[in-house]
């Protein structure tokens, strides 16, 4: 069976640090990949899919992600955080002929001012 | 293009009772999944439908149950409630949930059961 490791259960950062959350995932098949993120009342928004080419993919309010299949991870970054981008990050995998995501448990950012 | 609707948003319901909650996916769309999410146990898969058949199911009690009808639109079921099953539910649709697709996320609808 297939699951997803997210290693930081709690990130506190200043305003404009450097993000990076990891995501490991255990398959060994193809894998698509996912990070979404949920704002404090709001509902999962997709940030950022890898299927299949670059490994590098961007996703929406500057964040990025790089697939490294050789250590099985997916690591979120962003070069510069802001104080809205408070939320809980979550790391997913489909694979196989699997229909559903699998899911990490989740990284909840804080981001002072 | 309207994105995935649950509904009811918030709910309360007494241990032993039993809920339904809905689901209308983004038009289009034909696979909704079914997810809980909870504090301690993070996201975990319920099921997924698509034209009206269920594709998979994850590691529930025959309690939890749903169904898809032939507009799309989806519904869950959860029977003798208990009071772990106190969670929010997010509802998620994709065009065909093959392989490769993006899977959007509905609001959720919190259930809380007392």
């Known amino acids: 069976a297939q699951s997803v490791s997210q290693h930081n259960h709690h990130v506190i950062l200043s305003e404009a640090a450097s993000l990076e959350l990891g995501c490991n995932y255990s398959?060994?098949?193809?894998?698509?990949l996912f990070w979404y993120v949920q704002y404090p009342g709001q509902h999962l928004q997709l940030l950022l899919k890898?299927?299949?080419?670059?490994?590098l993919v961007k996703g929406i309010k500057g964040f990025e992600a790089e697939f490294i299949k050789s250590k099985f991870s997916f690591n979120l970054r962003k070069p510069s955080v802001q104080w809205s981008d408070t939320a809980e990050y979550f790391c997913a995998v489909t694979s196989g002929s699997a229909r559903q995501l699998t899911f990490g448990s989740g990284t909840q950012l804080t981001v002072l001012p | 293009k309207a994105g995935v609707t649950q509904t009811p948003r918030y709910l309360i319901k007494t241990r032993g009772q039993q809920v339904t909650l809905s689901c209308s996916p983004i038009s289009g769309h034909r696979s909704v999944s079914w997810y809980q999410q909870t504090p301690g146990q993070g996201l975990q898969f319920l099921f997924e439908y698509f034209s009206e058949t269920q594709r998979n199911k994850g590691n529930f009690p025959g309690r939890f149950s749903g169904r898809q009808f032939s507009n799309s639109r989806s519904e869950m079921n959860v029977s003798t409630l208990e009071l772990g099953d106190s969670a929010l539910y997010l509802c998620a649709s994709s065009s065909d949930g093959t392989y490769g697709n993006t899977i959007y996320f509905g609001e959720g609808s919190w259930l809380t059961v007392v």
């Open positions: 890898y299927f299949s080419g670059d490994p």
């Open positions: 398959y060994g098949g193809t894998v698509n």
